[in-house]
């Protein structure tokens, strides 16, 4: 095992779904990591129809306590994807109580969101999933309902709220004059004390697909209110590049990630995600190899190689 640094909180983590095969990864690597990233919507059940009743989602304990089991003493933080935060008609109240009852359960640092919406009314009014997160247009607007919204969540919660920059495979959505990616965040931060957890995956892909400078967006973005980082791996798909969570980071987020965190200074997390469906193929000796070189940038950008003066 690696010598750690005396510096404390360490920032280095992963994602952990409630899937066994995903628990049992955990037990690999749980000697090189600090913390570890928890969805509790992974961790739900449904009640049966007998019991209908709002909310009609509650943490199930039989998939609460095998994952917190695996995570021991490691520190854990929230990631949520269901709460729809923009979606224009409201967001999802269950994903909000099935909080309440997580943050009564785990004593978990903070919790992030997509910026996105996940459910939307239909010509009926029947609320219904979309199938995945879709991005939100760069309006003033919508600036201002997310802002309100990341600030309720924070005092519920009674915890710091992050909001994640989301993939976006559809050019020239709606936005008012000016404003990109950089601006909206931006504008986010200055509208409520929400801080920013920035997928650089995302990012790349983002600015892959749609011809865009990434280190120009990270210029624009106020870094001061980075809290985490994601970092994971993608594939290609009919000409666009899809985050997938599924192969090893690729050299381009290496370099944005050296860069973010010579310029973070409030970052405190850094965490690899990859699907449980893909773990295999990638293999426990390159996901040890990506946590060790996480560990490495940050030891190296932070000043905490071991006998390193700071």
């Known amino acids: 095992m690696r010598a750690r640094s005396s510096v404390s909180p360490e920032p280095i983590g992963i994602g952990c779904s409630a899937m066994p095969s995903h ?7 749980a000697d090189v990591i600090d913390l570890v990233e928890v969805s509790p919507e992974a961790l739900t059940r449904e009640l049966p ?5 709002m909310p009609r989602a509650r943490l199930d304990r039989d998939l609460v306590d095998p994952v917190l089991a695996a995570c021991g003493r490691l520190p854990v933080i929230s990631h949520g994807m269901e709460l729809s935060i923009g979606t ?6 269950e994903s909000l109580s099935v909080l309440d009852d997580f943050g009564r359960t785990v004593d978990y640092r903070w919790h992030s969101e997509h910026i996105g919406f996940t459910s939307a009314p239909d010509r009926d009014g029947i609320v219904r999933g979309v ?8 309006t003033t607007e919508v600036a201002d309902m997310v802002a309100a919204r990341a600030d309720m969540v924070a005092r519920r919660l009674g915890r710091t709220f992050l ?21 909206f965040l931006t504008e986010l931060c200055r509208r409520s004390s929400c801080g920013l957890l920035l997928d650089l995956f995302n990012l790349h892909a983002n600015c892959t697909n749609l011809g865009l400078d990434p280190f120009d967006l990270i210029d624009r973005i106020p870094l001061d209110r980075v809290v985490e980082v994601h970092v994971a791996g993608g594939a290609e798909h009919r000409g666009f590049l ?11 987020v290496w370099n944005l990630l050296e860069d973010l965190l010579r ?6 997390a850094v965490v690899f ?6 773990f295999p193929a990638l293999g426990i000796d390159v996901f040890r190899s990506e946590i060790e070189k996480l560990r490495e940038l940050w030891d190296h950008a932070r000043g905490r190689l071991v006998g390193v003066p700071r």
């Open 242 to 252: 899809v985050d997938t969570h599924s192969t090893a980071v690729p050299d381009r």
């Open 131 to 138: 199938g995945l997160p879709l991005p939100l247009p760069f």
């Open 23 to 29: 628990l049992g990864v955990l037990g690999l690597v």
């Open 163 to 183: 909001l994640e920059n989301s993939p976006r495979y559809l050019p020239d959505l709606p936005s008012d004059p000016g404003w990109d990616e950089a601006r």
């Open 49 to 53: 129809s007998s019991e209908l009743s």
């Open 263 to 268: 310029r973070a200074p409030n970052l405190a």
């Open 273 to 278: 995600e990859v699907s449980d469906d893909c």
């Open 88 to 93: 224009a008609a409201g967001w999802n109240h």
